[in-house]
């Protein structure tokens, strides 16, 4: 079998979230991604002004709406778009993925404190979270399900208990990376895509089981409120990607001019912007995303830029070059807080390596496959090539207030170990 490489981007055929490629070689991601050069943006963003004014508390005695939040990622950017330029009253939620670094706590502070919000955080208790993650370790090679689940349910469950029907969401992965949909479509968050891509096909109830321990109680926390409570309230989610042209790392910039948004170097990207809070994301968590899907999240990063025509198609390949095969800085630091050994993890992990690219050689040592793939001709590159207009490609590495050695600490919210 051969594997499709885009003649654009460096998406591959078999990508997680399904991807179609045209005549030219050409993926569905880059071609929705050329809607953000034709849209009116000025137009979108009126009509989520309209949007916002529809779910404008007039009492006073609520909030507006909840925007979800982390330590990283987008969220002072999609809190500074709410509050200060639509004026709304957000109430912020987090859920605490207890993999936390110290720039990602003092990340979620200085946002609360710099647009003066009220946060809500969830902390699950440690014990419970550990149990979940070597059952999705086990049976899906995933020790990040409770981070996604908590991160996309409890936002939900708070909209039903204040009767805040709005959540703001900031980019909807599919339309941005996969090109799932069209920004014209103004997708919603729903709970089918949830399970079936989020939390890749297994909903909280699903991971009851006797083996693992895990009772209805463990799994509360992540279940999704019943359809007449979210009826009830009419909860909807919008995505700000289908109103706003979306650019994170020229986001993340404007914010750390602004608010003093803290940057700090990751294990297997380039990206110093994204996920900052979470010692496992661009770590451990990546280093199985490429086990079993054939890429990590340098390719997301680099194909992000490739398209936003700051980096040329080589640069970016240089970039996965660098970054794909380096092991994970934090695997001991995680076999501790779980409690398993480093051949256990293994062991468990290569029950989920996809056979398309691994193979055992005749040492039994693990091999990736790069012959399985099927790469786009020059002239194809050529003619889907994308001229650079932008000429700072660089990310800014701001100065670390606090040492980010993570060996021998851990740093948890609420609850302990």
Known sequence: MKVRICARCLYHSL????IIFDEEGVCSGCRVHEEKDILDWVERGEKLRKILNQYRNQSGNNYDCIIPVSGARDSYFIVHTIKNVYGMNPLLVTYNKQYNTDVGIRNLANLRIQFDCDLITLSVNPDTLKKITRATLRKIGSIYWHCIAGQTVFPVQIAV??????IIWGVHQGIDQVGMFSHLDEVEMTRKYRKEHDLMGYEAEDLIDEFDEITEDDV?????????ELEQVGVRGIYLNNYIRWDSKAQHEKMIELYGYETCEQTRTFDTYN???????????????????????VTDHATREIRLKRITREQGLKLVEKYTC??????????????????????LINQHRNPIFWERDENWKWRFKYEVFEYPSGEEIEKARLHITEKNPDFIL???????DYKDRYIIIGKGL
């Open 161 to 166: 208990k204040f009767k805040i029907p709005l």
């Open 275 to 297: 996920d900052v809070d979470c010692w496992n994301y661009s770590d451990v968590h990546d280093f199985i995303k490429f086990l079993k899907h054939g890429y990590g999240k």
């Open 220 to 228: 509360k926390p992540f279940c999704y409120p019943d359809d007449k």
């Open 15 to 18: 990508h997680p979230l399904n």
């Open 326 to 347: 380096k092991e994970p800085r934090n695997l001991e630091l995680f076999l501790n807080w779980l409690g398993i050994t480093k051949n256990a993890f293994y062991y």
């Open 398 to 404: 701001t100065n670390p207030k606090i040492s980010s």
